[in-house]
Protein backbone atom coordinates (compact mmCIF):
# COMPACT_ATOMS: atom_id res chain seq x y z
CA UNK A 1 0.00 0.00 0.00
CA UNK A 2 1.23 3.28 -0.77
CA UNK A 3 0.80 7.08 0.44
CA UNK A 4 -0.70 8.30 -2.24
CA UNK A 5 -4.50 9.49 -1.71
CA UNK A 6 -6.49 7.66 -4.49
CA UNK A 7 -10.05 8.59 -3.15
CA UNK A 8 -10.73 11.50 -1.13
CA UNK A 9 -14.17 12.08 0.30
CA UNK A 10 -14.79 15.13 2.72
CA UNK A 11 -18.13 15.88 4.62
CA UNK A 12 -20.12 13.71 2.18
CA UNK A 13 -23.73 13.45 2.30
CA UNK A 14 -26.03 11.66 0.73
CA UNK A 15 -29.88 12.82 0.69
CA UNK A 16 -32.89 10.91 -0.56
CA UNK A 17 -36.13 12.97 -0.96
CA UNK A 18 -38.67 9.79 -0.55
CA UNK A 19 -41.67 11.84 -0.29
CA UNK A 20 -42.62 15.20 -0.11
CA UNK A 21 -41.06 17.56 2.96
CA UNK A 22 -39.36 13.82 3.84
CA UNK A 23 -35.81 13.49 4.01
CA UNK A 24 -33.81 10.29 4.15
CA UNK A 25 -29.91 10.92 5.67
CA UNK A 26 -28.37 7.77 4.30
CA UNK A 27 -24.71 9.19 4.44
CA UNK A 28 -24.24 12.20 6.67
CA UNK A 29 -21.32 14.05 7.22
CA UNK A 30 -18.95 11.24 5.99
CA UNK A 31 -14.57 11.94 5.46
CA UNK A 32 -12.20 9.66 4.92
CA UNK A 33 -9.69 9.09 2.44
CA UNK A 34 -8.90 5.90 0.62
CA UNK A 35 -4.93 5.20 -0.31
CA UNK A 36 -3.78 3.35 -3.65
CA UNK A 37 -3.41 -0.11 -3.31
CA UNK A 38 -4.90 -0.67 -0.27
CA UNK A 39 -8.08 -2.12 1.06
CA UNK A 40 -10.40 -0.09 3.13
CA UNK A 41 -13.14 -1.41 5.21
CA UNK A 42 -16.27 -0.47 5.71
CA UNK A 43 -18.58 -2.16 8.25
CA UNK A 44 -21.85 -1.45 10.07
CA UNK A 45 -25.26 -2.68 10.43
CA UNK A 46 -27.68 -3.16 7.64
CA UNK A 47 -28.86 0.25 6.60
CA UNK A 48 -25.95 2.02 7.43
CA UNK A 49 -25.32 3.50 4.53
CA UNK A 50 -22.46 1.35 3.06
CA UNK A 51 -24.15 0.66 -0.09
CA UNK A 52 -25.03 4.41 -0.72
CA UNK A 53 -21.38 5.56 -0.11
CA UNK A 54 -19.99 2.95 -2.58
CA UNK A 55 -22.65 4.25 -5.14
CA UNK A 56 -21.63 7.76 -4.19
CA UNK A 57 -17.54 7.08 -4.81
CA UNK A 58 -18.51 4.99 -8.48
CA UNK A 59 -20.80 8.07 -8.95
CA UNK A 60 -23.43 5.44 -9.82
CA UNK A 61 -25.51 8.41 -7.07
CA UNK A 62 -24.72 11.72 -7.64
CA UNK A 63 -23.61 13.33 -4.33
CA UNK A 64 -26.25 15.41 -2.18
CA UNK A 65 -22.98 17.77 -0.74
CA UNK A 66 -19.34 17.37 -0.21
CA UNK A 67 -16.68 16.12 -2.13
CA UNK A 68 -15.41 13.27 -3.41
CA UNK A 69 -12.01 13.62 -5.60
CA UNK A 70 -10.71 10.44 -7.70
CA UNK A 71 -6.87 11.05 -8.45
CA UNK A 72 -7.27 14.73 -7.41
CA UNK A 73 -10.74 14.80 -9.75
CA UNK A 74 -14.17 15.57 -8.50
CA UNK A 75 -15.98 13.06 -9.86
CA UNK A 76 -19.51 14.95 -9.46
CA UNK A 77 -17.99 17.58 -12.12
CA UNK A 78 -15.26 15.60 -14.57
CA UNK A 79 -15.51 16.69 -17.95
CA UNK A 80 -16.91 13.76 -20.72
CA UNK A 81 -13.64 12.60 -21.21
CA UNK A 82 -12.26 12.01 -17.55
CA UNK A 83 -15.71 10.83 -17.04
CA UNK A 84 -15.41 8.36 -19.70
CA UNK A 85 -11.97 7.13 -18.39
CA UNK A 86 -13.32 7.09 -14.64
CA UNK A 87 -16.13 4.73 -15.25
CA UNK A 88 -13.56 2.88 -16.16
CA UNK A 89 -11.49 2.96 -13.35
CA UNK A 90 -14.13 2.51 -10.93
CA UNK A 91 -16.14 -1.19 -10.67
CA UNK A 92 -18.29 -2.49 -8.28
CA UNK A 93 -18.84 -6.07 -7.49
CA UNK A 94 -22.26 -7.22 -5.79
CA UNK A 95 -23.44 -9.47 -2.84
CA UNK A 96 -25.85 -11.33 -5.07
CA UNK A 97 -23.57 -12.35 -8.12
CA UNK A 98 -26.98 -14.53 -9.10
CA UNK A 99 -29.06 -11.19 -9.17
CA UNK A 100 -26.24 -8.88 -10.43
CA UNK A 101 -25.41 -11.11 -13.83
CA UNK A 102 -28.34 -11.51 -16.61
CA UNK A 103 -29.48 -15.44 -16.48
CA UNK A 104 -30.11 -15.21 -20.85
CA UNK A 105 -26.39 -13.90 -21.36
CA UNK A 106 -23.38 -16.66 -21.71
CA UNK A 107 -20.33 -16.31 -19.06
CA UNK A 108 -18.58 -15.20 -21.97
CA UNK A 109 -21.10 -12.45 -22.82
CA UNK A 110 -21.45 -11.03 -19.27
CA UNK A 111 -17.77 -10.79 -19.34
CA UNK A 112 -16.79 -9.51 -23.01
CA UNK A 113 -19.78 -6.79 -22.25
CA UNK A 114 -17.84 -4.19 -20.88
CA UNK A 115 -15.06 -4.94 -22.67
CA UNK A 116 -16.96 -4.36 -26.21
CA UNK A 117 -17.92 -0.91 -24.71
CA UNK A 118 -14.75 0.40 -23.61
CA UNK A 119 -12.57 -1.23 -26.31
CA UNK A 120 -14.21 -0.95 -29.15
CA UNK A 121 -10.95 -1.42 -31.36
CA UNK A 122 -10.44 -4.96 -30.42
CA UNK A 123 -11.19 -7.40 -33.01
CA UNK A 124 -13.72 -10.45 -31.89
CA UNK A 125 -10.88 -12.84 -32.00
CA UNK A 126 -8.78 -10.18 -29.64
CA UNK A 127 -11.75 -10.16 -27.48
CA UNK A 128 -12.33 -14.31 -27.20
CA UNK A 129 -8.43 -13.92 -25.61
CA UNK A 130 -9.51 -11.07 -23.45
CA UNK A 131 -12.05 -13.32 -21.85
CA UNK A 132 -10.42 -16.60 -21.39
CA UNK A 133 -7.80 -14.86 -20.11
CA UNK A 134 -10.02 -13.21 -17.35
CA UNK A 135 -11.63 -16.90 -17.08
CA UNK A 136 -7.93 -18.04 -15.87
CA UNK A 137 -6.94 -15.57 -13.80
CA UNK A 138 -10.24 -15.77 -11.54
CA UNK A 139 -9.92 -19.84 -11.52
CA UNK A 140 -12.43 -20.88 -14.48
CA UNK A 141 -11.74 -22.06 -17.83
CA UNK A 142 -12.41 -21.37 -21.34
CA UNK A 143 -14.99 -24.06 -21.49
CA UNK A 144 -17.24 -21.63 -18.84
CA UNK A 145 -16.92 -19.48 -21.52
CA UNK A 146 -20.45 -20.87 -23.26
CA UNK A 147 -22.39 -21.68 -19.87
CA UNK A 148 -25.20 -19.97 -18.35
CA UNK A 149 -25.43 -18.30 -14.46
CA UNK A 150 -27.55 -20.80 -13.41
CA UNK A 151 -24.97 -23.69 -14.28
CA UNK A 152 -22.34 -22.06 -11.92
CA UNK A 153 -22.01 -22.59 -7.94
CA UNK A 154 -22.26 -19.52 -6.08
CA UNK A 155 -18.50 -19.10 -5.85
CA UNK A 156 -18.10 -19.39 -9.29
CA UNK A 157 -20.63 -16.94 -9.95
CA UNK A 158 -18.57 -13.97 -7.92
CA UNK A 159 -15.82 -14.96 -9.57
CA UNK A 160 -17.96 -14.14 -12.69
CA UNK A 161 -18.91 -11.00 -11.34
CA UNK A 162 -14.67 -10.30 -10.45
CA UNK A 163 -14.15 -10.95 -14.31
CA UNK A 164 -16.92 -8.80 -15.59
CA UNK A 165 -15.13 -5.90 -12.94
CA UNK A 166 -11.98 -6.56 -14.13
CA UNK A 167 -12.63 -7.26 -17.73
CA UNK A 168 -12.51 -2.98 -18.45
CA UNK A 169 -8.80 -2.87 -16.28
CA UNK A 170 -10.16 -1.01 -13.14
CA UNK A 171 -8.13 0.59 -10.63
CA UNK A 172 -10.26 1.04 -7.66
CA UNK A 173 -13.04 -2.07 -6.88
CA UNK A 174 -16.19 -0.85 -4.95
CA UNK A 175 -16.46 -4.63 -3.26
CA UNK A 176 -20.26 -4.76 -1.54
CA UNK A 177 -20.66 -7.58 0.16
CA UNK A 178 -19.04 -9.67 -1.95
CA UNK A 179 -18.81 -12.94 0.12
CA UNK A 180 -21.84 -12.48 2.57
CA UNK A 181 -23.69 -14.86 0.46
CA UNK A 182 -21.62 -17.80 -0.28
CA UNK A 183 -20.89 -20.46 2.06
CA UNK A 184 -18.33 -19.98 4.62
CA UNK A 185 -16.21 -22.63 2.73
CA UNK A 186 -16.07 -20.78 0.35
CA UNK A 187 -15.81 -17.40 1.46
CA UNK A 188 -11.98 -17.43 1.89
CA UNK A 189 -11.53 -18.37 -1.94
CA UNK A 190 -12.80 -15.74 -2.88
CA UNK A 191 -10.97 -13.26 -0.36
CA UNK A 192 -7.76 -15.28 -0.98
CA UNK A 193 -8.64 -14.33 -5.21
CA UNK A 194 -9.33 -10.58 -3.83
CA UNK A 195 -6.15 -10.17 -2.62
CA UNK A 196 -4.39 -11.77 -5.01
CA UNK A 197 -5.62 -9.95 -7.89
CA UNK A 198 -4.88 -6.81 -5.55
CA UNK A 199 -1.55 -7.80 -5.14
CA UNK A 200 -0.30 -8.77 -8.80
CA UNK A 201 -2.95 -5.68 -10.76
CA UNK A 202 -2.26 -3.20 -8.04
CA UNK A 203 -5.72 -2.59 -7.20
CA UNK A 204 -7.17 -0.71 -4.46
CA UNK A 205 -10.63 -1.70 -2.66
CA UNK A 206 -13.36 -0.50 -0.85
CA UNK A 207 -14.67 -3.59 1.06
CA UNK A 208 -18.14 -3.17 2.42
CA UNK A 209 -19.65 -5.60 4.98
CA UNK A 210 -22.05 -6.08 7.89
CA UNK A 211 -20.01 -8.13 9.49
CA UNK A 212 -16.73 -7.40 11.33
CA UNK A 213 -14.95 -10.77 11.51
CA UNK A 214 -15.14 -10.64 7.20
CA UNK A 215 -13.39 -7.11 7.07
CA UNK A 216 -11.02 -8.21 9.13
CA UNK A 217 -8.80 -10.73 6.98
CA UNK A 218 -8.81 -8.34 3.54
CA UNK A 219 -8.57 -4.82 5.13
CA UNK A 220 -6.00 -2.58 5.63
CA UNK A 221 -8.52 0.40 7.54
CA UNK A 222 -11.60 -0.20 8.58
CA UNK A 223 -14.47 2.32 9.19
CA UNK A 224 -17.01 1.63 11.38
CA UNK A 225 -20.64 3.53 10.16
CA UNK A 226 -23.41 4.04 12.35
CA UNK A 227 -26.90 5.50 10.59
CA UNK A 228 -24.94 7.51 7.84
CA UNK A 229 -21.91 8.11 9.90
CA UNK A 230 -18.49 6.89 10.59
CA UNK A 231 -18.07 6.63 14.42
CA UNK A 232 -14.31 4.89 14.51
CA UNK A 233 -11.62 4.94 11.64
CA UNK A 234 -8.24 3.16 12.07
CA UNK A 235 -6.04 0.27 11.08
CA UNK A 236 -7.22 -3.32 11.46
CA UNK A 237 -4.91 -4.25 13.61
CA UNK A 238 -5.79 -1.42 15.72
CA UNK A 239 -9.43 -1.78 15.80
CA UNK A 240 -9.80 -5.44 17.05
CA UNK A 241 -6.69 -4.53 20.01
CA UNK A 242 -7.87 -0.85 20.83
CA UNK A 243 -11.48 -0.12 19.83
CA UNK A 244 -12.67 2.93 21.80
CA UNK A 245 -15.95 3.78 20.43
CA UNK A 246 -18.82 2.16 22.79
CA UNK A 247 -20.29 0.74 19.40
CA UNK A 248 -17.40 -0.52 17.81
CA UNK A 249 -16.72 -2.34 21.40
CA UNK A 250 -20.32 -3.45 21.08
CA UNK A 251 -19.84 -5.03 17.88
CA UNK A 252 -16.36 -6.90 18.40
CA UNK A 253 -17.59 -8.61 21.44
CA UNK A 254 -20.73 -9.73 19.84
CA UNK A 255 -18.30 -11.78 16.86
CA UNK A 256 -19.17 -15.25 17.98
CA UNK A 257 -15.65 -16.99 18.12
CA UNK A 258 -13.28 -15.27 20.22
CA UNK A 259 -10.80 -14.45 18.37
CA UNK A 260 -7.40 -14.07 20.44
CA UNK A 261 -6.26 -11.20 19.28
CA UNK A 262 -9.44 -9.44 20.01
CA UNK A 263 -9.69 -7.33 23.21
CA UNK A 264 -10.82 -9.32 26.06
CA UNK A 265 -13.54 -8.43 27.93
CA UNK A 266 -17.27 -9.49 28.61
CA UNK A 267 -20.05 -9.45 25.80
CA UNK A 268 -21.37 -6.21 25.50
CA UNK A 269 -25.00 -6.54 24.33
CA UNK A 270 -25.99 -4.12 21.62
CA UNK A 271 -29.62 -3.35 22.81
CA UNK A 272 -32.73 -1.26 21.07
CA UNK A 273 -32.90 -0.14 17.74
CA UNK A 274 -31.34 1.83 15.31
CA UNK A 275 -32.89 4.90 15.07
CA UNK A 276 -34.73 5.98 11.58
CA UNK A 277 -32.45 8.00 8.92
CA UNK A 278 -35.37 10.50 8.69
CA UNK A 279 -35.51 11.70 11.68
CA UNK A 280 -31.80 10.67 13.51
CA UNK A 281 -31.04 12.22 16.71
CA UNK A 282 -29.82 15.48 17.42
CA UNK A 283 -26.82 14.59 19.48
CA UNK A 284 -25.12 11.44 19.27
CA UNK A 285 -27.10 8.92 17.31
CA UNK A 286 -25.88 5.82 19.24
CA UNK A 287 -27.08 7.43 22.56
CA UNK A 288 -30.17 5.69 22.85
CA UNK A 289 -28.33 2.34 22.49
CA UNK A 290 -25.08 3.49 24.66
CA UNK A 291 -24.26 2.47 28.08
CA UNK A 292 -21.92 5.17 28.70
CA UNK A 293 -24.02 8.02 27.15
CA UNK A 294 -23.84 11.21 29.08
CA UNK A 295 -26.13 14.53 29.31
CA UNK A 296 -23.88 15.80 26.58
CA UNK A 297 -24.58 12.90 23.96
CA UNK A 298 -28.11 13.52 24.09
CA UNK A 299 -27.83 17.00 22.51
CA UNK A 300 -24.70 17.38 21.33
CA UNK A 301 -23.24 15.10 18.16
CA UNK A 302 -19.56 14.13 18.69
CA UNK A 303 -17.30 15.44 15.83
CA UNK A 304 -14.89 12.35 14.24
CA UNK A 305 -11.00 13.67 16.23
CA UNK A 306 -8.13 11.89 15.62
CA UNK A 307 -7.49 10.30 19.52
CA UNK A 308 -3.80 8.64 18.20
CA UNK A 309 -2.06 8.77 15.34
CA UNK A 310 -4.71 7.41 11.94
CA UNK A 311 -7.17 6.89 15.08
CA UNK A 312 -9.80 8.74 14.70
CA UNK A 313 -13.16 8.52 17.02
CA UNK A 314 -16.55 10.15 17.02
CA UNK A 315 -17.69 10.00 21.25
CA UNK A 316 -17.62 12.46 23.81
CA UNK A 317 -15.91 10.15 25.85
CA UNK A 318 -12.73 10.92 24.01
CA UNK A 319 -12.84 14.77 23.39
N1 LIG B 1 -32.45 4.66 -3.71
C1 LIG B 1 -32.85 4.90 -2.45
N2 LIG B 1 -33.95 5.65 -2.19
C2 LIG B 1 -34.36 5.90 -0.94
N3 LIG B 1 -33.72 5.42 0.15
C3 LIG B 1 -32.63 4.67 -0.03
C4 LIG B 1 -32.14 4.35 -1.34
N4 LIG B 1 -31.03 3.58 -1.21
C5 LIG B 1 -30.85 3.42 0.12
N5 LIG B 1 -31.80 4.06 0.83
C6 LIG B 1 -31.90 4.13 2.29
O1 LIG B 1 -30.67 4.66 2.76
C7 LIG B 1 -30.27 4.01 3.96
C8 LIG B 1 -28.91 3.38 3.73
O2 LIG B 1 -29.07 2.31 2.82
P1 LIG B 1 -27.84 1.45 2.28
O3 LIG B 1 -28.37 0.50 1.30
O4 LIG B 1 -26.77 2.37 1.85
O5 LIG B 1 -27.38 0.70 3.61
P2 LIG B 1 -26.37 -0.51 3.80
O6 LIG B 1 -25.48 -0.12 4.93
O7 LIG B 1 -25.73 -0.86 2.51
O8 LIG B 1 -27.32 -1.69 4.29
P3 LIG B 1 -27.25 -3.29 4.00
O9 LIG B 1 -26.23 -3.83 4.97
O10 LIG B 1 -28.62 -3.74 4.32
O11 LIG B 1 -26.89 -3.48 2.58
C9 LIG B 1 -31.37 3.02 4.30
O12 LIG B 1 -32.22 3.62 5.23
C10 LIG B 1 -32.04 2.78 2.96
O13 LIG B 1 -33.41 2.46 3.16
S1 LIG C 1 -20.90 10.21 22.43
FE1 LIG C 1 -21.91 9.49 24.28
S2 LIG C 1 -23.65 8.29 23.60
FE2 LIG C 1 -22.29 8.57 21.85
S3 LIG C 1 -21.03 6.77 21.89
FE3 LIG C 1 -19.91 8.30 23.03
S4 LIG C 1 -20.52 8.01 25.15
FE4 LIG C 1 -21.97 6.88 23.90
MG1 LIG D 1 -25.70 -2.57 1.34
Known sequence: MSQKVLIEIKNLKKYFNIKKGVVLKAVDNVSFNIHKG?????????????TTCGRVLTNIYSKTEGSVKYDGKEIGTMQKVDKRKFKKKAQMIFQDPYASLDPRMTIGDIIGEGIEVHFPELSSKEREDKITDLLKVIGLNSEHSARFPHELSGGQRQRVGIARALAVNPEFIVCDEPISALDVSIQAQIVNLLKKLQKTLGLTYLFISHDLSM????????????LGSIVELTTNESLYSNALHPYTKALISSIPIPDPTMEKGGR?????????????????KFAGRCSECM??????????KEIEVGHQVACHLYN
Open 38 to 50: ETFGLVGESGCGK
Open 215 to 226: VKHISDRIGVMY
Open 268 to 284: IKLEGEVPSPINPPKGC
Open 295 to 304: DICKTEAPEL
